[in-house]
């Protein structure tokens, strides 16, 4: 079946620094979400990307998914406090009907 | 409005208990999901409604039973659970029908605690 690995598991950052995850998928995929949940709360959807190379941002944040669609990637500038928080990427396969997520990417950032 | 309510907010019952979860989208979606979410992991299918019909089962075992009244409403009816089962319980509604490439936009979920 359908699988996406999400790397790292785990980042910590000092305020100020980059961040960057990265998903990766075993078959092309028909789009890619991105999600974000902070402690003790539900995800919360970021974007979505569709089309091959395609990069979209979001103030500080930028999503790109790969020319073959088959990887993702978010990278956050300068990070703050307020973007510590689980990012879970989720990509829907061509006849898929459901999400398959990556196991996320738990931020850390120390002011 | 890109809300999706679900009640209560936490539950704790016992083995032989039965309740019911419930979630609600006034968006209009068409498509209406079940996750099931333990800590510090990604969210799991559980079922999906598309127009109000099940389409969906992940081989849930039958002491979780879903209902979809209308389709605004979606529940989830617990019985006999294990504490294994308990965990973060998210409700989920897209535009369109099972399949399509939609958005999912999840409720805050139900923190589900079995003793």
């Known amino acids: 079946g359908q699988q996406v690995m999400q790397i790292p598991q785990y980042q910590h950052v000092q305020e100020g620094e980059d961040f960057t995850t990265y998903c990766n998928s075993s078959?092309?995929?028909?789009?890619i979400q991105w999600y974000k949940q902070r402690p003790g709360g539900h995800p919360v959807f970021l974007i979505q990307?569709?089309?091959?190379?395609e990069v979209k941002k979001q103030k500080r944040l930028t999503f790109q998914f790969g020319e073959a669609k088959k990887n993702s990637s978010l990278h956050i500038t300068a990070t703050q406090t307020t973007d510590v928080g689980t990012y879970f990427c989720?990509?829907?396969?061509?006849?898929?009907?459901?999400?398959?997520f990556g196991k996320g990417t738990l931020l850390t950032v120390n002011p | 409005d890109t809300e999706v309510t679900q009640t209560p907010k936490h539950l704790v019952m016992g083995m032989t208990n039965k309740k019911s979860l419930k979630c609600e989208q006034h968006?209009?979606?068409?498509?209406m999901y079940w996750y099931k979410q333990k800590a510090k992991k990604p969210p799991e299918l559980m079922f999906v409604?598309?127009?109000?019909?099940?389409?969906i089962n992940e081989s849930v075992p039958s002491r979780f039973s879903p209902e979809c009244p209308n389709s605004s409403l979606l529940n989830l009816h617990l019985h006999a659970l294990q504490p294994e089962d308990s965990a973060l319980y998210l409700c989920?509604?897209?535009?369109?029908?099972?399949?399509?490439?939609?958005?999912?936009?999840f409720g805050p979920g139900t923190r589900l605690l079995v003793l």
């Open positions: 989720a990509g829907l396969g061509g006849g898929n009907y459901k999400l398959t």
């Open positions: 078959t092309t995929l028909s789009n």
């Open positions: 990307l569709v089309k091959s190379g």
């Open positions: 968006m209009g979606h068409r498509a």
């Open positions: 409604y598309s127009y109000e019909k099940l389409s």
């Open positions: 989920a509604s897209a535009q369109g029908w099972v399949g399509a490439q939609e958005t999912q936009y």
